[in-house]
C-alpha cells in the first residue's frame, strides 16, 4: 500500500513508519519538526518537512495513498492549559486539514490517533470506550472535537475510520528535552545531568504507561483489519497502574541514582486517576502486554544515555502567564 503518515519524524510517528516500510508498503511522512527530529525518520520514507495545516500540500502529497495515519500533533496536554492557542491549533485545525485532503483524495482509511486524554474525570477505573468524554484541558477537548469531525465527514463520504486511543507512549525516541510533556523522559534526561527528578504535586497521581512496541503492534492490525473500522479503541496496558513517586523509584533503580525528588505545586487541571482497559483491544486485535514497565524504562534510559542529555528547549510560547503557570514550564526552576 502507499500509506500517508503525519507526524513522521516524531516518537510515534517514526515508529510506525518504521513498521510500514519493513511490511514492504511505501511510507509518504510529513512533519513540520516541532516536536519532531530528523534522525528519526528513516531513509527509505519520502519525507516532507511541511505543516499539516497545508492544506495544498495535503492534498498534493495525498495522491494515491490508500490509508492515512494521522499521527501528529503537538500532545501537550497541562501545557495547553497556559497555550491554548497553539496547542489546539496544532491539534484540531490540522486535524481538519489532514482530513479534509483525506476525503479529496479518496483514501480507503483513516486512522486518527486520539489520546487517553479524552475521558477526562470518571466516576470509575478503568476507562472505557463507551464512556462519555469529559475533556478537562483545551488539548483533550481539541482531541474529543477531531474525533467527532472525523466520524461524521468519514461516514458522510464512505471512508473507512479507525479512532485509537493510546496512553502515555514511552521508549526510544520520546522527546527527552522537552519541558512540557514526558515524564518519564524527562526524569532521565535530569538524572543523566545529576539532577534530581521535579514532582507535581505530592506524586500520588496514577497512570499507565505504553511502551512503543506494544502500540505499533497494535497499529499494524488496524491497518486491514475489516472488523475494526468505525471503531474506538484504547491501546495500551491496564496491568501495571503506578503513581508518579514509583515510576521516579523506578527510573532511579535502573540508574543506581539516590532519589530525593523535588516537589512543586500540582499542575492545574491534572487528572489525579487514568488508565484505560485493554479489554477491546484484546479482543479485536489481540493485544498483550509484551513489555514490562521496567524494561521500558530500561530501554529508555539506554538509548538517551546513548545520545546524551540534553538542556531543556523551552520553543513553546506561553501564552497565558501568571502565577498558576507552572515554573518548571519558563526556565525558571528545571
Same mark, same amino acid.
Given at each position: 500500500?502507499?500509506? @500517508? ?85 496544532? =491539534? ?6 489532514? @482530513? ?22 470518571? /466516576? ?7 464512556? =462519555? ?19 461524521? @465527514? ?27 510533556? /514526558? ?152
Amino acid at each position: 500500500m502507499k500509506i @500517508l503518515i503525519t507526524g513522521a519524524a516524531g516518537f510515534l510517528g517514526s515508529h510506525l513508519a518504521d513498521r510500514m516500510l519493513a511490511l514492504g508498503h511505501e511510507v509518504i511522512g510529513v512533519d513540520n519538526m516541532l516536536g519532531g527530529e530528523r534522525v528519526n525518520v528513516h531513509p527509505d520514507v519520502q519525507f516532507y518537512d511541511v505543516d499539516c495545516s497545508n492544506l495544498h500540500m495535503m492534498n498534493k502529497l495525498m495522491e494515491g495513498c490508500e490509508v492515512v495515519f494521522h499521527a501528529a500533533c503537538t500532545a501537550h496536554d497541562g501545557f495547553s492549559v497556559f497555550s491554548p492557542y497553539v496547542i489546539t491549533q496544532n =491539534t484540531f485545525q490540522i486535524t481538519m486539514s489532514v @482530513l479534509s485532503a483525506a476525503i479529496r483524495n479518496k483514501v480507503k482509511r483513516f486512522v486518527y490517533c486520539s489520546s487517553m486524554s479524552r475521558y477526562g474525570e470518571q /466516576n470509575r477505573l478503568p476507562f472505557t470506550e463507551e464512556m =462519555t468524554c469529559n475533556p478537562r484541558v483545551p488539548y483533550a477537548v481539541a482531541k474529543v472535537a477531531s474525533e467527532q469531525i472525523v466520524q461524521q @465527514l468519514c461516514e458522510l463520504n464512505g471512508v473507512e475510520y479507525v479512532i485509537i486511543v493510546p496512553h502515555n507512549i514511552i521508549g526510544p525516541r520520546q522527546k527527552y528535552n522537552d519541558p512540557y510533556r /514526558n515524564v518519564a523522559a524527562i526524569m532521565i534526561n535530569r538524572i543523566l545531568q545529576n539532577k534530581q527528578p521535579i514532582i507535581y504535586g505530592d506524586g500520588n497521581q496514577k497512570r499507565c504507561f505504553s511502551f512503543i512496541d506494544d502500540v505499533i503492534y497494535c497499529l499494524e492490525k488496524v491497518l486491514t483489519q475489516n472488523d475494526v473500522n468505525k471503531e474506538i479503541i484504547n491501546i495500551g496496558p491496564d496491568e501495571e497502574f503506578v503513581t508518579i513517586n514509583e515510576l521516579a523509584s523506578t527510573i532511579a533503580n535502573c540508574m543506581n541514582f539516590n532519589l530525593d525528588p523535588i516537589y512543586v505545586p500540582h499542575r492545574p487541571l491534572e487528572v489525579r486517576y487514568a488508565t484505560c482497559s485493554a479489554d477491546k483491544a484484546r479482543k479485536l486485535l489481540n493485544y498483550t502486554t509484551k513489555v514490562t514497565l521496567e524494561d521500558g524504562i530500561q530501554q529508555m534510559v539506554d538509548f538517551i544515555a546513548q545520545r546524551g542529555p540534553k538542556p531543556f528547549e523551552y520553543n513553546l510560547e506561553i501564552e497565558i502567564n501568571n502565577e498558576k503557570t507552572p515554573k518548571t514550564w519558563s526556565n525558571e526552576l528545571i
